[in-house]
DNA sequence: GGGTCATGTCAGCGATCGTATACAATCCAA
DNA sequence: TTGGATTGTATACGATCGCTGACATGACCC
């Protein structure tokens, strides 16, 4: 029994992907089980990070996946590495969701 | 070391106060850390349900948080009960999150 | 080739998010 | 009690969400 851990939205999106799939079930299946649209799932599957917490929290209850934390003694001490992690990697995936631009073609100086 | 379960979004609003208050962050400093406002942190602590999932991941990962699934075997076996869940308390947390009404003063008939 | 199914993508639209700002409650120490 | 710090709320505004509906692609089978 692996566990899987979840630090982006993408990585939510990869086991929503990989449940619904175990479970055979299409896009539209899942969409409807939780009460959302396929779109929905199409794009959280790939990671938009501004998908509601609700939602999401249903789609995996949906398919099954507990997600949880460890809470230690309760410590402060319990607080590791934590440096407000890959601000690349955080700033790269929010890049594949910014609006798209549909005027200013110019470029600018 | 106990699990905590994450099954809605008063469930993570619930964590990440707790682990803030652990810390000994104030909301404003939390917010600082991930990039939000304190109203953001305020809300959420409050078990927002449209949240984004990418700054409540932030915040979880601020906090020392690491939310993680067991992933099983892999078979369809896997989806234990799963009735799409308390339909009543989603709804009732839900509500309170309705948009304030300033028009339609009058209840109707 | 023709048909079906699952998926990816686009456009437009109302609803909601997250923000800044301001002010009212609470709490706790002195 | 007084004062400061923390938290809860309210408003207005631009940005984004999630939806509907449509169309394109790719895989697969006949």
Redesign the interface.
């Known amino acids: 029994?692996?566990?899987?851990?979840?630090?982006?939205?993408a990585d939510?999106g990869a086991?929503i992907r990989?449940r619904r799939r175990?479970?055979?079930l299409d896009q539209a299946d899942l969409a409807r089980?939780?009460g959302v649209s396929r779109l929905w799932v199409n794009q959280v599957e790939k990671g938009?990070?501004?998908?509601?917490?609700?939602l999401?929290?249903?789609a995996?209850?949906?398919?099954?996946?507990?997600?949880?934390?460890?809470?230690?003694a309760?410590?402060?001490s319990?607080?590791?590495p934590?440096v407000?992690?890959d601000i690349d990697a955080?700033m790269a995936?929010?890049r594949k969701w910014e609006p798209k631009r549909r005027d200013l073609p110019d470029g600018g100086t």
Chains 1, 2 share one sequence.
């Open positions: 029994m692996t566990q899987l851990l979840l630090r982006t939205p939510v086991l990989d175990v479970l055979k089980m939780i938009k990070p501004g998908a509601s917490l609700g999401v929290l249903r995996l209850d949906a398919l099954g996946a507990r997600p949880m934390v460890d809470v230690g309760g410590d402060a319990s607080v590791p934590v407000t992690a955080i995936a929010a």
